[in-house]
């Protein structure tokens, strides 16, 4: 394909941010999804404009279906027909034990992480399918480590969360497989971004080295690469599959 256009959610910064600006530079023309940071989202487009690709910055909050729905309409009218979609939105939380959690925290992480990635997908698949007049296409979930290892003590519901996404992976995979769309998920582990702070284990970083067979953090930019294989043509007959980005944890 000549023109690739790629969508991906929470791309103003951190994993997004990383994976927006190495598609650019593998051809993709990005579409950068931001809930309320625009101006970090306008810096990454402009990067990404400085790749000679085209770039369109949207704001959505993937926790509500209108707003998505708006989000994928802003994207045909603005970029084109959609060849890959990056599920990379979530939340977590301040650190807690089961006993500490609220039905409005349970609510919202549900509804970001996975209500909202199957939404999304939702959309690129009536968009991409060739049963439905389309062409194709790839979409890559975030996951994460913990849906293996369940964070307890930490934030359990998230590590929920991420183990329906590797759920939902598999299934959609298998379910569309025929017309013309693979889908994949990566499960990162521990990665030297600022969703740490947000749980109030910013100190988390300097504490985990003992954790990691490699002995080192990961970087955004290294599970970037990964989501960039699995979205382009070198990885065509990989559909379902959960890699693991961890270290070796």
Not at 36 to 64: C, I, N, P, Y
């Amino acid at each position: 394909m000549s023109e690739r256009n790629l969508l991906i959610t929470g791309a103003s910064r951190g994993i997004g941010a990383a994976t927006a600006r190495l598609a650019a530079g593998r051809g993709w023309n990005v579409a950068i999804n931001y809930h309320r940071d625009q101006a970090s989202a306008e810096a990454v487009a402009a990067d990404v404009r400085a790749m000679g690709r085209r770039a369109l910055v949207v704001q959505a909050d993937v926790a509500d279906e209108a707003q998505i729905e708006a989000m994928f309409a802003a994207v045909d009218a603005g970029l084109g027909p959609l060849h890959g979609l990056v599920n990379n939105a979530g939340v977590v939380d301040v650190a807690a034990r089961v006993e500490g959690m609220s039905a409005q925290r349970l609510q919202r992480m549900w509804a970001t992480n996975l209500s909202g990635s199957v939404l999304c997908a939702r959309e690129a698949v009536r968009r991409m399918s060739t049963r439905r007049g389309g062409a194709g296409g790839s979409i890559v979930n975030l996951s994460s480590a913990a849906a293996r290892v369940g964070s307890p003590g930490l934030y359990l519901d998230y590590s929920m969360s991420k183990a329906a996404i590797d759920h939902f992976t598999t299934g959609l995979a298998r379910e569309v497989a025929a017309e013309g769309i693979r889908v994949n998920a990566v499960r990162p582990g521990i990665i030297a971004t600022d969703i740490h702070a947000t749980s109030g284990h910013a100190e988390r970083l300097a504490n985990s080295l003992s954790l990691i067979p490699l002995g080192r953090l990961g970087t955004a930019e290294e599970v970037a690469e990964s989501i960039v294989w699995l979205l382009s043509d070198a990885a065509a007959y990989v559909t379902g599959a959960l890699l693991d980005v961890a270290g070796g944890r």
